[in-house]
């Protein structure tokens, strides 16, 4: 079996959770939280740190086990094996709703684009990733991670200094408000349960399944945080709260002069692109793994399973007729899902795993699945 390097783990763990709001969270940190949103949005990292620590501490103690099979030593067949499925819907309602997003994104730089039609292809490309298994996807994802986050990390570093307001609060102004919109703004780390997915498919003998989750939310906290404090910068709070995608917007400030191409459109698109499409990837894969490990079937199964919920997540996607629907579904269902599956449900784990005194060594000889 294929062992995932920590390089590798760390690519394909932040490309499972950042696409989501990636292009919107600075509208929902400035709406809700007004002046408070970076406070928020740090409140947010923090919670996702701990979502790290507890993800972190299961690998390390069910180590070459999956997701499910930690479900059923700790709660047992009758109960590990429903909650396993209750992550299917709340997961195709998520990658569903950040391809729309990504659509939303195409369609303001290419308005002559049919949604459907540029959707389709992305989608098409991460079902062939998936199929071609978690290999393919590791190595596209470490190539395709660290190139992203150079461009808009240097995009957005040109783009600070287009900025003239610096009204940045250092200091919250309501606590409560802050900590309440902290938890809204969760989802942005929705889709770090994937982790827990790629624990049999890397070399545990280093003793880094702890500090793994901890890189990943890192990175992306820094990110996450960086990217708000520029746009608060370029657009101010105001400019927030009425921008859809505020963070496309700030990004067509850039201009790179003297090259072949003159307006950052066509490099937004090739990044989102490729960003999304590992994404897609990322979860379609696991998916069909969840499914097929749920229901023991054979490896060579799996293929079919990826195309059954490629062809679901498509049929979800096209029932978003806009993006008021897709932030009713951002706040009303992903919000409180990813309390549970991030912060409630793994931590229940644990503690129950801990009670029965279970870990990989106590259930070598137990049947898993």
Not at 139 to 151: G, H, K
Not at 234 to 262: A, C, N, T
Request: proline share 4%.
């Amino acid at each position: 079996m294929y062992k995932l390097s920590m390089y590798q783990v760390v690519c394909i763990l932040c490309t499972s959770y950042l696409p989501l709001l990636f292009w919107i969270y600075p509208r929902y940190a400035a709406y809700y939280g007004g002046v408070d949103g970076q406070w928020a949005l740090l409140g947010t990292c923090l919670a996702a740190m701990y979502s790290a620590w507890i993800h972190g501490l299961l690998n390390t103690r069910f180590k070459n086990y999956s997701g499910v099979e930690m479900l059923t030593l700790t709660f047992g067949k009758v109960l590990g094996i429903p909650t396993a499925l209750m992550f299917i819907p709340g997961y195709v309602l998520f990658v569903a709703t950040s391809l729309y997003s990504y659509s939303i994104t195409v369609k303001s730089i290419l308005p002559n684009t049919p949604s459907l039609a540029a959707s389709g292809a992305l989608l098409l490309v991460a079902l062939v990733g998936a199929a071609y298994g978690l290999e393919t996807i590791a190595r596209v994802a470490s190539i395709v991670f660290p190139v992203v986050m150079f461009v808009l990390g240097t995009s957005f570093l040109l783009v600070f200094f287009r900025g003239t307001w610096a009204g940045v609060f250092f200091h919250p102004v309501s606590l409560s408000r802050s900590i309440s919109v902290a938890g809204m703004l969760l989802p942005i780390f929705f889709g770090f349960n994937n982790f827990l997915m790629l624990c049999p498919f890397y070399d545990h003998r280093k003793r880094n399944s702890v500090w793994i989750p901890f890189v990943s939310v890192g990175l992306g906290s820094f990110f996450v945080l960086s990217v708000y404090l520029v746009t608060i910068r370029v657009v101010g709070y105001e400019g927030l709260r009425v921008l859809s995608h505020p963070v496309d917007f700030v990004l067509q400030l850039v201009q790179l002069q003297g090259l072949i191409i003159q307006r950052f459109g066509v490099g937004l698109i090739f990044m989102s692109t490729m960003f999304e499409a590992v994404f897609c990837a990322n979860h379609i894969w696991a998916l069909g793994e969840l499914s097929m490990r749920v229901f023991g079937a054979q490896r060579k199964k799996h293929k079919w399973f990826v195309l059954f919920y490629a062809v679901v997540i498509l049929t979800v996607f096209r029932l978003i007729p806009d993006q008021e629907v897709g932030d009713w579904i951002v706040i009303n269902i992903l919000v409180p899902l990813s309390w549970l599956y991030l912060l409630v449900e793994p931590t229940i784990k644990l503690l129950v795993s801990y009670l029965r005194r279970l870990d990989y060594a106590s259930t070598q000889n137990e049947s898993p699945a």
